[in-house]
């Protein structure tokens, strides 16, 4: 029996739902297992039905659509929230640290602090590999785990050098494995859009960074997509 | 056993042994030194770079599907460096009857000289002698020395027309400036020993990230996780992935209770594996002192000072008595 | 699959019988024959979900069948229970050492289970008491959450009768409940029990292991005369995976039952 999946966008740049249709042979295989209600970028509008899974993208952003999250997670049986600004509030977040009232007068929400969240796909955009397996375990009824380990691990089984070695300021060695480390494939530091894995040695690197690039950059870096130390995880193996 | 070959009978060599083998060795790839297949002579390099990953990813990969273990053609390892042939030996040893490797009696080991760097650490637990292989190439100006040192790569050679010349001569062994002996029955003892050490422990630990880097590079280190993989066409792939003891799900039993709770505990777990534990299992410590792990290492920790360290902590204990 | 000729391959069983022994855990009758030891354990799968690590618990000897105590506890055991009367489940193994049955002939036992830890040692005594001649006073101390939550109450009512002791231990408990109300320490402490000739097998959950090796010690039983089943996170069960060391021990290959003296230094490291 196909599980009725609705994918809704919050304050993003829906970004994880062009990845998602970036690899469409995936996606098209999904499609076997669950049955598409409400999908914009698909044409698919659907806000009022019962859903077995519900993917959202973005952080909320004032009543309308903290209001809209908390009448999807009555709607749903598991949320799936993806992407950074779900995890960790992305870019937007930034606002947050600001004084209050130049911009907005609240700040964004993450998904997991309004409403209940079953899973969190992290990343910016997210690695869909990841999203698929966490929707077809979903599918089985298996539990779904992230990864547990820093980028590092998987860095080096890409057999890659280490970035921080070569005066790069690299958030490799506190962020979540799990994206396969594409950017330092591609030659780019981490940035951390993954959030922080278990046990992050937060210090230690704010060691090896701040006499890199200074205490401000390195303040800097670490909260690109939000705050990697204060993430709310419910799929970490804990 | 010594002869002198020029570049058109190593190549002659290698086409011989490729005819009957999977050649793998250590080639060029992207400016990279890595292991690979190889398929012609020319992508050998001797001497023979450091790659960042040992050729554990041939044999046992990142992931191995467990529908697919049956290990067909035997394998030559052609270009691979002294300390990599003994961990080789070692790995296949602990994997023997597990049908996930390639038999030891499937495998020929064609070493070559290497070019250590300031990471490198093989002669502190031995004296850098070049014993395990079937044969040995060095350069020597425009041709190369090919050693013979098994029945094997004497038939290899003798298969080949190649002239053996009857002085006994042996490749010459590693030397590395300033890395000091470390005697590893005392080592063992002292990582074993945990009394009043934790401290010590603690503190590496406080510097370590837990990233699991060092373990990914080791070629001794095979920690696996099972894993359940569903794809889109309704299949289950029951595979082995690499893991490592540093994941801070990796001890855990049921109900999340947590064996090493947290980094200091797996950290020392790490090194009594490799010093202690392995040793009492069948007398092979699980490092080869190629220094891959303190080159991978985003903390800068460096693993060859911590056990030179953990030996003379012992020393300061023993003199307070 | 894993291929058939790897050390991973599953033999599949027909399940016979399903007993929901409490909420969430059920007992599992798989027809063929399983040729273990009391305190071994097998792998026991589930396609699209993975494994868990559970002790037959039927008695040894049975040939037609054996069987498998299953708790819901994480989605893979939660999965397992789904499975009917009919269904197939897959089964590697059996792994491990089991218990040192030799050790026991002619001494006094003493078995001590915590909850699930009854599971592997109801094979022990099912074997012990089919050569009891062998063996002195046997004594089974059996610790529960609640009343409602004992675990093979009806063997417990006939070992009652063939072994030498049986106590039940509840920590919350109705009147009339005919064993004891409290801690598993507290019956433990006042056992009476010759220290000379007895051997203590303990499986149980791992905080309980060193309160009940206090006792022990306290009562002056020597540390070569205990032995401990352990539950560790098992991936391969073939010593390969390193998931399940002791210190300089495999759960999986030297174990999992070791001699306390033998293990006590390396718990922890």
Not at chain 3, 91 to 106: A, E, M, Q, T
Request: aromatic share 10%; hydrophobic share 35%; proline share 5%.
């Amino acid at each position: 029996m196909k599980k009725s999946l609705a994918i809704f966008s919050l304050t993003s740049c829906e970004g994880c739902q062009f990845e998602m249709l970036n690899h469409y042979e995936t996606f098209n295989g999904l499609l076997k297992y669950f049955e598409i209600k409400n999908f914009r970028l698909g044409q698919e509008n659907n806000f009022d039905e019962n859903f077995d899974i519900a993917i959202i993208e973005g952080s909320a952003d004032g009543e309308e659509q903290i209001k809209f999250l908390k009448k999807i997670r009555k709607q749903s049986k598991v949320i799936v929230a993806i992407g950074a600004c779900a995890h960790l509030g992305g870019i937007q977040s930034e606002r947050n640290s600001l004084p209050q009232g130049i911009f907005h007068k609240k700040p964004t929400k993450i998904v997991p602090a309004v409403i209940k969240t079953e899973y969190i796909i992290p990343g910016c955009p997210i690695n869909h590999a990841e999203l698929y397996h966490c929707l077809l375990d979903i599918y089985w009824g298996k539990q779904f785990f992230l990864p547990d380990l820093a980028v590092c691990f998987e860095c080096r089984v890409n057999e890659n050098e280490c970035l921080i070695k070569s005066g790069k300021p690299c958030l490799g060695p506190i962020t979540r494995s799990g994206c396969n480390s594409v950017c330092v494939n591609a030659g780019e530091a981490c940035l951390g859009c993954r959030g922080a894995k278990p046990e992050p040695n937060i210090e230690k690197l704010k060691k090896i960074l701040e006499p890199m690039i200074g205490e401000k950059e390195t303040e800097n870096i670490m909260t690109i997509y939000g705050d990697l130390t204060n993430e709310i995880d419910p799929s970490a193996k804990k | 056993m010594k002869s002198v070959v020029s570049i058109h009978q190593l190549g002659q060599i290698f086409d011989f042994i490729k005819k009957d083998y999977r050649v793998l060795g250590t080639k060029e790839e992207n400016g990279k030194p890595i292991f690979g297949e190889i398929s012609s002579a020319r992508e050998i390099l001797i001497p023979t770079p450091k790659t960042i990953l040992p050729f554990k990813k041939l044999i046992y990969p990142a992931i191995l599907d467990l529908a697919k273990t049956e290990n067909g053609k035997p394998v030559a390892f052609f270009g691979m460096t002294n300390c990599d042939a003994e961990a080789l030996c070692v790995f296949l040893d602990k994997f023997k009857d597990t049908g996930l490797v390639p038999p030891f009696r499937n495998i020929l080991v064609i070493s070559t000289t290497c070019v250590p760097d300031e990471n490198c650490f093989c002669t502190a637990f031995g004296n850098g002698k070049i014993t395990n292989f079937d044969l040995h190439i060095t350069k020597e100006k425009d041709q190369y020395a090919i050693f013979s040192g098994s029945a094997l790569g004497r038939k290899i050679l003798k298969l080949n027309r190649i002239k053996v010349s009857n002085t006994i001569s042996k490749p010459t062994a590693v030397k590395l400036e300033n890395v000091r002996k470390i005697q590893l029955e005392k080592l063992g003892k002292a990582i074993d020993d945990k009394t009043g050490k934790l401290p010590f422990w603690q503190e590496i630990a406080d510097e370590c990230f837990g990233c699991g880097a060092c373990t990914a590079v080791c070629p001794l280190c095979f920690c696996t996780g099972k894993d359940f993989e569903n794809d889109a066409e309704g299949g289950c792939k029951h595979c082995l992935k690499w893991d490592s003891c540093y994941a801070k799900s990796f001890s855990e039993i049921q109900n999340h209770f947590d064996l090493r709770p947290s980094n200091v505990n797996r950290l020392y777990n790490w090194y009594h594996h490799k010093f202690v534990r392995s040793p009492k299992e069948d007398g092979e410590i699980l490092c080869t002192g190629c220094g891959r792990c303190i080159k991978a290492c985003p903390a800068y920790l460096n693993q060859h000072r911590i056990i030179e360290t953990v030996q003379n902590y012992t020393k300061v204990i023993d003199k307070s008595k | 699959m894993p291929n058939q000729d790897s050390k991973f391959k599953y033999t599949s069983y027909e399940i016979i019988k399903k007993e929901e022994m409490m909420p969430g855990m059920f007992l599992f009758r798989l027809k063929g024959r399983l040729d273990f030891k009391p305190g071994q354990f097998v792998q026991a799968a589930l396609e699209h979900f993975g494994e868990g690590t559970f002790a037959p618990c039927s008695d040894p000897n049975q040939k037609d069948y054996f069987e498998l105590c299953i708790r819901g506890c994480g989605s893979t055991s939660n999965g397992l229970i789904t499975l009917l009367p009919g269904d197939e489940m897959l089964v590697r193994g059996p792994y491990g050492n089991g218990w040192p049955i030799k050790k026991l002939w002619y001494k006094d036992t003493l078995l001590i289970a915590g909850g699930m830890g009854l599971v592997p040692l109801r094979p022990l005594i099912f074997e012990m008491l089919r050569s009891k001649i062998n063996f002195d006073k046997i004594t089974l101390v059996a610790g529960f959450k609640t009343d409602e939550h004992l675990l093979f109450s009806h063997d417990l009512e006939i070992w009652r009768k063939k072994l030498s002791k049986v106590i039940p231990v509840v920590e919350i408990g109705s009147k009339n409940f005919w064993g004891e109300i409290g801690m598993i320490t507290e019956p433990l402490k006042n056992l009476v029990f010759n220290k000379k000739k007895t051997i203590a097998l303990i499986c149980g959950p791992e905080v309980m292991v060193p309160f009940v090796n206090q006792v022990l010690e306290e009562k002056g039983l020597p540390h070569n005369q205990i032995y401990i089943s352990y539950e560790r996170r098992m991936e391969c069960g073939i010593g390969i995976c390193q998931h399940c060391n002791i210190g300089s021990h495999l759960v999986c290959k030297d174990g999992p039952i070791f001699r306390y003296d033998q293990i006590k230094e390396e718990v922890g490291k």
